[in-house]
């Protein structure tokens, strides 16, 4: 017997109700289980009418603690009286959709930064008869960020610290090139004439007293010019060009040509390639490793100085933090001196840092610490190799 139609439709509408009730169901379940997102619904008056698992994990209220309350509850005393929450609401109304990131407040008081979207729901006229809210936790985050901006705004003013100290620098060596070095000049001019004009009227005693007084004055000459050395070093101020080091090399012997002459001095080279340098500041430190050399010779040992230059790929670099595609210019100056021990390798370039008596060798501990900063300022590195009684190398790498 066939069923009547008219019971047929009715079976048939329960069933599509049935069914609608069990995905709503599944919906609301689906929605009450997500723990990482404060997922709820709000009636026109920003009530809330339910709550989910993310809900209590991120605000801390229980349903039955929250539903019936209004969610401004979640918003900071500064906000509420600013009108944020209502503000939310209505921008959500007018236009279907409202976000918005801030500190929000949890049940014990605590804040935590939320990012919130607020969506209006429509009936079939399109009023609006409610609210569902999302928010998310990103304290985390946040806290990034400003851990960034934090460290963002103290390398500026770490910057503004060293320009402040660079000007200064910059004042010192004025005072040092002009003022420091005028006495300093005077003193040495007065003692010399003093020694010419009154020999004979000195004793051997105060004739001493006053070539010591000369010594001392010429040393501490010596020291503020390598100390403007140093100063100057570390800046970038030229252009970087292609330079031949063949030309600088001999620059260098013409400058200091008296001394090679006088010691017996041998300089033998292998220049293989041009470097892309800073031609003022590389010529400064090829004078200062030649010197170095001819200062710290043996006795009864002409200085014999080899100078190696060539282009290495960085695969050919025993050194792990460098690109292995990346080009370098080697530069290496080994000499036949007293050499040192190994374990003062990295002492000699700290300034003023001396392995030997200013009476047993002169110098002020100055110039090496100057190549070093010269290498680093051409983005390179400089390493030493020595041993007592049977010379130095010093190896210099610098990308080309």
């Given at each position: ?5 008219y ?41 809330v ?57 949890r049940?014990?008081?605590s804040?935590?930064?939320g ?17 569902s809210?999302?928010t ?43 003022d ?13 004439l ?28 010596m ?12 800046t970038?101020?030229?252009n ?69 230059a ?5 695969n ?7 690109d ?10 080994r ?12 002492r ?10 200013k ?42």
């Open positions: 017997m066939n069923e009547n139609p019971l047929q439709k009715i079976h048939e509408l329960e069933n599509a109700i049935h069914s609608l009730n069990n995905r709503y169901n599944l919906h609301e379940l689906m929605i009450s289980e997500i723990e990482d997102y404060a997922i709820f619904a709000l009636n026109r008056e920003g009530i009418e339910n709550w989910n698992k993310g809900a209590e994990k991120i605000k801390g209220y229980r349903a039955e603690e929250i539903i019936g309350q209004k969610f401004s509850i979640f918003y900071t005393s500064h906000d509420r009286q600013e009108g944020l929450p209502d503000k939310l609401l209505s921008q959500a109304a007018q236009n279907g959709k409202a976000t918005h990131e801030g500190w929000r407040k049940k014990d008081g804040l935590f930064w990012s919130v979207v607020l969506t209006a729901i429509h009936d079939q006229q399109m009023r609006v008869i409610g609210f809210k999302v998310r936790d990103l304290t985390e985050k946040k806290q990034q960020e400003d851990q960034l901006l934090l460290n963002a705004r103290q390398l500026e003013e770490k910057n503004t610290e060293l320009q402040k100290m660079n000007s200064e620098l910059e004042s010192f060596a004025y005072v040092s090139s002009h420091l070095q005028e006495p300093l000049r005077k003193i040495q001019t007065f003692a010399s003093i020694l010419e004009r009154e020999v004979n009227t000195l004793s051997d005693t105060g004739k001493d007293y006053f070539r010591r007084m000369q010594s001392a004055a010429g040393r501490m000459q020291l503020i010019e390598d100390l403007l050395s140093y100063s100057r070093a570390g970038k101020l030229g970087f060009i292609n330079s031949s080091i063949s030309e600088m090399v001999y620059e260098a012997q013409k400058e200091l040509k008296d001394t090679l002459e006088q010691k017996k001095a041998v300089i033998e080279t292998d220049i293989r390639c041009e470097a892309r340098v800073i031609p003022f500041q590389f010529r400064q430190l090829l004078m200062n490793l030649i010197s170095n050399s001819l200062k710290f010779q043996q006795k009864d040992k002409p200085p014999r100085i080899r100078i190696l060539e282009r290495l790929n960085g050919n670099i025993n050194r792990k933090d460098i292995p595609e990346k080009v370098f210019c080697h530069l290496s100056i000499d036949n001196g007293i050499g040192f021990e190994e374990i003062y390798k990295d000699i370039f700290e300034v003023f840092q001396r392995l030997h008596g009476d047993e060798y002169e110098g002020t501990g100055v110039g090496l610490a100057i190549v070093k900063k010269i290498a680093e300022n051409h983005q390179g590195w400089i390493e030493v190799s020595s041993e007592s009684g049977k010379g130095s190398s010093f190896d210099i790498y610098f990308p080309q």
